[in-house]
Nanobody, 116 residues
Framework: QVQLVESGGGLVQPGGSLSLSCAAS????????MRWYRQVPGKEREWVAGISDGGSNVYYADSVKGRFTISRDNAKNQVYLQMNTLKPDDTAVYYC?????????WGQGTQVTVSS
């Protein structure tokens, strides 16, 4: 079955960096567009970034453009999110996501807290 497992979250000071990873299994990873989302309690889940199956096309929400970088390693079945110049507003649970046919799959999420 499809599994997505995020890791790498934590507590970081404003202006700091974190690198998130998402390990995928149960599907042919190299054939699918992958996405990162984030969610704050009480708010809707927000799309953050996406990357095409081969990794050549990447897309970002305006709120993270220029600070976050999405990448993938198809040999390792992993997708990454490098987050730089973090702000308190980036505090959220971060999820990776894949849409296969009409089914959305999510990991359990990893908490990122940006605070001094």
């Amino acid at each position: 079955q499809v599994q997505l497992v995020e890791s790498g979250g934590g507590l970081v000071q404003p202006g700091g960096s974190l690198s998130l990873s998402c390990a995928a299994s149960g599907f042919t990873f190299s054939r699918y567009f992958m996405r990162w989302y984030r969610q704050v309690p009480g708010k809707e889940r927000e799309w953050v970034a996406g990357i095409s199956d081969g990794g050549s096309n990447v897309y970002y929400a305006d709120s993270v453009k220029g600070r976050f970088t999405i990448s993938r390693d198809n040999a390792k079945n992993q997708v990454y999110l490098q987050m730089n110049t973090l702000k308190p507003d980036d505090t959220a649970v971060y999820y990776c996501n894949v849409l296969i046919l009409t089914n959305d799959y999510w990991g359990q999420g990893t908490q990122v807290t940006v605070s001094s």
